[in-house]
């Protein structure tokens, strides 16, 4: 139980293109979403708190017009990166709060590698 | 402000050789203490929530403690495939919306 998918896996885009990530959790409900980006070799970075129904909220420092998310149903969060650029290259990775449990155990999707040319 | 400070930086240990991880926590409130394993290249993958101190979980090798200002994870005679990152994360009262601030992690490498 618990899982949390996230596409695509890794990819490969062109400066000033923009690419959509998807997060989506398998068997359960998530009313909250988090989105996270990882450096090498570093811990992760909270970039956003996505809320189904509800705007993103994005962490300070974080540009809510280049990083666009959208939580559209409870078991769907999108981040949309627009207009990449070499810097927003990175590993980002998303988790998913079960709006059913009693915990707020985040559980984490496998990650999606972007690499901006 | 809540901080988590995890230590060692790094770990390498024989197989067998028995250790612990520490991750040491300044929160205003502590709602939940979080261990996840995270491999390269991967996201990390959920091992223990702890909520209050004296409080242990255990799976397999791997045993969580809590106290009122750190926890850790002890590691029972580990294999090769134990080698890995190990996050530590904390959740408090005043973070509304469900935020983690996690420790910048151990690598743990088991050396066969």
């Known amino acids: 139980g618990a899982v949390v998918s996230q596409h695509p896996s890794w990819v490969i885009c062109k400066s000033g293109t923009s690419v959509k990530i998807e997060c989506r959790s398998l068997?359960?409900?998530?009313?909250?979403m988090f989105w996270y980006r990882q450096f090498p070799k570093q811990s992760l970075m909270l970039m956003a708190t996505s809320n189904e129904g509800s705007k993103a909220t994005y962490e300070q420092g974080v540009e809510k017009d280049k990083f666009l998310i959208n939580h559209a149903s409870l078991t769907l969060s999108t981040l949309t990166v627009t207009s990449a650029h070499p810097e927003d290259s990175s590993f980002y990775i998303c988790s998913a709060r079960d709006w059913h449990a009693s915990t707020d155990t985040q559980y984490f999707g496998p990650g999606t590698r972007l690499t901006v040319l | 402000e809540d901080q988590v400070t995890q230590s060692p930086e790094a770990l390498r240990l024989q197989e067998g050789e028995s250790s612990s991880l520490n991750c040491s926590y300044t929160v205003s409130g502590l709602r939940g203490l979080f261990w996840y394993r995270q491999d390269p290249g991967k996201g990390p993958e959920f091992l223990f929530t702890?909520?209050?101190a004296g409080e242990e979980k255990e799976k397999e090798r791997l045993k969580a403690t809590l106290t009122k200002k750190e926890s850790f994870l002890h590691i029972t005679a580990p294999k090769p495939e134990d080698s890995a990152t190990y996050l530590c994360?904390?959740?408090?009262?005043?973070?509304?919306?469900?935020?983690?601030?996690f420790g910048t992690g151990t690598r743990l490498k088991v050396l066969a």
């Open positions: 702890l909520y209050s």
């Open positions: 994360a904390v959740q408090g009262v005043t973070s509304g919306t469900y935020k983690y601030i």
């Open positions: 068997d359960f409900q998530a009313t909250t």
